[in-house]
């Protein structure tokens, strides 16, 4: 026992001489740059090259936040870390999405500044001296980089139909969110992480505006200020953006101006209801104009209508949990059934409603809200339930 316990002492000894030897620890960085990547192998040895001739005299490190690239972006990020333990490589498995990445990355530094850039080479790295000196002189809490201060420094960048989107979306976020800056759609900007930390647990996962959910989320003024950069042109891979970031981006909006009583993914699930309701109208006329019985076609069209909802919400409100494969019909399966318990309800609710107070559309709409409520909890935490 006592041989043991010297044992345990000896090791403990010798660790501390070799803790001794190698001389005190070293502090953490002054600023992290959390960089969320899919399938972005081939400009990952070309950021970091730029970010070491950049960041010169400033104690950095990089965080790759990779959601399972097939490309192997992630090997290509641990193999550059072997020699620089600036580097650092996050992967996740099952979970996709720019937001969710950032926050994520942003969480796991302990830098008391970090930055979000893209990993594609169409923001401008030498910005980050620049911001830097800003935040960490104490003259703001949040620097972003923005395509247009001066001149517009959006359109060598970025196709003539994304260019007009781009100031559309802009446009939209500082009406609708009293958003006062001149990008806010920008992905490129660093921040005081206790701002992150503190506006953390109410952060969207879906989408890629993390910047406008950050700024509308937090309960602190932030002092702001900005610095313009070149939107330069995309050197490898392919853009991201495509319907479902459309999609996503006006439910941000949506739950934001609502102060998040309504939320992203909840308005999703219902304009895809709405979506379902028209097909399902269409396909009945179509069907009962062949001739068919009227219960022969609404059985058709519901099918049908129910089978383009979960696939919808597979695409759109849910892609972040999205099914594939054998899981795709399994899922149609569990949609199906817990849509069906939803139908019932709803039609139970509404005739409450339509006893005591003989209004159709009255019983209708809260019939309506008792389904869409019912299906939207329980396949949230069923069919596309999160792990």
Known sequence: MNSNVSVARLNADEISSVDTQMGPSLPGPQLSIVIPTLNERESIPLLVDRLRQTLIGIDWEVIFVDDDSADGTISQVRALSDGDRRIRGLRRIGRRGLAGACVEGILSSSAPFVAVMDADLQHDETRLTKMFDVISNGKADLVVASRYIEVDGASDGLSPIRHAGSRLAI????????VELSDPMSGFFMIRREFVDAV????????????????????????????SYTF?????????LDASVVFEYIGLLVAKASGDFISAR?????????????????????LLGTGLDFPVAQTMTMTVAMIFNYTLNNALTYRDRRRRGWKFVTGLGLFAALCSVGVVAGVGVSSVFYESEPRWWLAGLAGAAIGA???YVTNSAITWRKG
């Open 373 to 375: 409520a019912w299906n």
């Open 200 to 227: 953390a647990p109410r952060l969207s996962n879906q989408g890629f505006k993390i910047l406008l959910d950050i700024v509308a989320s937090s309960p602190r003024q932030m002092r702001i200020d900005e610095v």
């Open 171 to 178: 446009r939209m976020a500082q009406r609708l969110l009293g």
């Open 266 to 286: 909840f308005l999703a699930f219902c304009l895809v209801g709405s979506a379902g309701l028209a097909v399902h109208l269409g396909v009945l006329r179509t």
């Open 232 to 240: 330069s042109p995309r050197l490898h891979g392919v853009s991201k």
